[in-house]
C-alpha cells in the first residue's frame, strides 16, 4: 500500500507546491483546503497525472471539530498518513500598538491552533504504527521577529517551541517532528509587498520559490531524514534577521 502525506493549506502557494513534491516522491495525497475547494481539486488531478491518488479535503484548521470529522473517517478507511504538513497559515499584518483582539486571535488559532489540532488527530494512530514523519511550516518571522508581526511571529514562534517538545514526546515510537522556515516566498501571501525593494535584503538578492520550501520538506518526509528530530531547516536565501 502507497504511503500517504496529508498537506494543509494545499490549494495555493507553499502547500500546493509540498503536494505535487511529494506525489512525485511517491506518496499519495490528502490535499486540505479551507476556501479553495475548486483550486484543490484541480491540485488532485494534477497529482492523479503523477499518477498518485489524490484526495481534497475541506476543513478550518482553526476549528479542532471540524478537522476531526474530516479526517477520522479517512483515517479509519486508509489509515493514518505517514506524513503531516501543517502548513495552513494566515497573516495580520500590523503595529501592537493598533493590533485588534480578533487579529491576534485569528493568527494564534490558524498557525498554532492548526497544528495542535491537527497533530492531535493524527497521533494517537502515529504512535500504534511507531512510524510516521510531521513538518510545520514555521517562518523565518518565528525565528528572528518582524516588526509589525506580532501576532504571527508570536504562532510561528510558538510552532518551533511545541514541534521541538513534540518531537522529544513521540521520539521512542519512531515519530520525527521537524520544522521548515521559510523567508521570502513568492506566493499569495506577499503579493502586497514591495519585492525589489525587500529582495535587496536577501543575501541571495531574491524571493525564494514555492517548490524550494517544498525541496526541504521532501528531504525531511525522506528516509534519508530518519534521524533528524526537531530540527528547524530555514529556507531563507541567507537572510538571518
Ligand atoms: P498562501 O498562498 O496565502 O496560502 C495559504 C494556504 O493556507 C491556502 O491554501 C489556504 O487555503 C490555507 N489556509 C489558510 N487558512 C486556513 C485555515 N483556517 N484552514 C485551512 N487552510 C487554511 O500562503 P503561503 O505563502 O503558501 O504560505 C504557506 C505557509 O507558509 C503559511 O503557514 C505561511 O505562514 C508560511 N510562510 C510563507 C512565507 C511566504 O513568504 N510566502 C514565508 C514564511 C512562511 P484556501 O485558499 O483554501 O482558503
Not at 500546493?16 to 506525489?23: T, V
Not at 512525485?24 to 497525472?49: H, Q
Not at 503595529?95 to 488559532?109: F, G
Not at 524550494?212 to 534577521?241: K, P, Q, R
Amino acid at each position: 500500500m502507497s504511503r500517504i502525506a496529508l498537506i494543509t493549506g494545499a490549494s495555493r502557494g507553499i502547500g500546493r507546491a509540498i503536494a505535487l513534491r511529494l506525489a512525485k516522491d511517491g506518496f499519495d495525497i490528502w490535499a486540505n483546503y479551507a476556501s479553495g475547494k475548486e483550486a484543490a481539486e484541480a491540485l488532485c488531478r494534477e497529482v492523479e497525472a503523477l499518477g498518485r491518488k489524490a484526495t481534497a479535503v475541506g476543513f478550518n484548521v482553526r476549528d479542532g471539530k471540524a478537522v476531526k470529522a474530516a479526517l477520522d473517517p479517512l483515517i479509519e478507511q486508509h489509515g493514518v498518513p505517514h506524513v503531516v504538513v501543517c502548513n495552513a497559515g494566515i497573516t495580520r499584518d500590523g503595529l501592537l500598538a493598533m493590533m485588534s483582539d480578533e487579529d491576534w486571535q485569528s493568527v494564534i488559532d490558524t498557525n498554532l491552533g492548526g497544528f495542535f489540532h491537527i497533530t492531535k488527530t493524527v497521533m494517537r494512530e502515529m504512535l500504534r504504527k511507531r512510524a510516521g514523519r510531521i513538518i510545520a511550516i514555521s517562518s523565518l518571522s518565528g525565528e528572528a521577529g518582524n516588526a509589525g508581526q506580532v501576532n504571527y511571529a508570536a504562532s510561528k514562534a510558538g510552532l518551533i517551541g511545541a514541534s521541538k517538545a513534540l518531537a522529544k514526546e513521540v521520539a521512542k515510537r519512531n515519530i520525527t517532528v521537524n520544522v521548515v522556515a521559510p523567508g521570502f516566498i513568492e506566493t499569495d501571501m506577499v503579493k502586497d509587498l514591495p519585492k525589489e525593494e525587500l529582495a535587496k535584503m536577501v543575501p541571495l538578492q531574491r524571493f525564494g520559490k514555492p517548490e524550494e520550501v517544498a525541496a526541504a520538506v521532501s528531504f525531511l518526509a525522506s528516509d534519508e531524514a530518519a534521524y533528524i528530530t526537531g530540527a528547524v531547516l530555514s529556507v531563507n536565501g541567507g537572510m538571518y534577521m
